[in-house]
């Protein structure tokens, strides 16, 4: 059963639900003000950097090895959010897995549609194995629309033929922007967060006029999944997303791909960034560390 504040958390996203559509910077705003009310650890060092031409941001904690990594993508729909907005999220992930964490601010859409998040991904991941990082000391991670890029940076990375990292960790990962899951319909009393107009609206924006929903970088639900590395996806049951991270697990172990896949019970949509106030985000902070301390390897 869901913790008392975790059910006022989702009393108080009701209640504040917009009365009218928001514009695009409307909702950029207010994913920025969201980000604020959250504070990063003060034991976290957060220090910017250039990522092969990416703006990025290093968040390092106390004793982390230099030669470790996590390469974190945050959500948004592809066309908002920011390292600011989620920097108390990769703070924390840091500090609970002892690794230091690479947070890009990635171009966003309309502005920037298909491919560019994938191309600056991509090109910062690159950068970043560059940098002494080697793909068994790294790890890929990301929340909604980041969940869905950092598969997507995988398999850019895998068709090029470069190194993998060792493993993906995804928090209620956005992977078919054509919207085809049942959850997508049968979810929507669920879920306070993510509505299927505003999530299609987002898809749209990202692929731009005329763009293919379906392609493969775009929606890794519709890739060929083979040769990926171990993968965690997290997902509650009260998202319309639900089916995207329940299809593309499922799809991904027919192609031999390592998958765990936890359903959490009546968690919404990318509930650890809410684990300042919530106690099923700091569980889920520390299962995912865990699970990075697992797979990734120590640096000689």
């Given amino acids: 059963m869901a913790s008392p504040e975790f059910h006022r958390l989702v009393e108080r996203m009701r209640q504040r639900q917009p009365v009218a559509p928001q514009t695009l910077e409307e909702l950029r705003a207010r994913m920025e003000e969201l980000g604020r009310k959250f504070a990063p650890p003060k034991d976290i060092a957060f220090t910017p950097t250039d990522a092969g031409g990416v703006a990025a941001e290093w968040a390092e904690p106390p004793g982390a090895e230099p030669g470790r990594a996590l390469f974190y993508l945050h959500g948004g729909g592809y066309g908002i959010g920011s390292i600011a907005s989620h920097r108390h999220l990769v703070g924390k992930l840091a500090r609970s897995s002892g690794t230091r964490v690479l947070s890009l601010d990635y171009r966003l859409a309309p502005e920037h549609p298909f491919p560019a998040a994938v191309e ?179 640096a000689q």
Avoid at 155 to 177: E, I, Y
Avoid at 277 to 288: D, K, S, T, Y
């Fill in 120 to 298: 600056g991904a991509t090109a910062a991941a690159r950068w970043l194995m560059r940098q002494g990082v080697a793909s068994e000391h790294l790890v890929f991670a990301g929340d909604s629309a980041g969940g869905g890029l950092a598969i997507a940076t995988c398999l850019a990375l895998r068709d090029a033929g470069d190194s993998l990292p060792a493993a993906l960790v995804c928090m209620s990962p956005l992977t078919d922007l054509a919207k085809t899951g049942e959850s997508m319909r049968t979810r929507v009393a669920l879920d306070p967060m993510v509505t299927p107009q505003s999530s299609a609206a987002y898809a749209r924006r990202y692929v731009g006029k005329g763009g293919d929903l379906t392609a493969p970088l775009a929606s890794p639900l519709y890739a060929d999944l083979g040769g990926l590395p171990p993968l965690l996806i997290l997902v509650g049951t009260a998202e319309v997303l639900l089916d995207d991270s329940t299809r593309i697990a499922e799809r991904a172990r027919a192609a031999g791909v390592d998958v765990e896949l936890q359903v959490w019970e009546e968690m919404i949509h990318i509930w650890p960034y809410f684990a300042d106030i919530i106690p099923e985000g700091r569980e889920a902070i520390q299962r995912m560390s865990a699970y990075i301390r697992r797979h990734i390897k120590e």
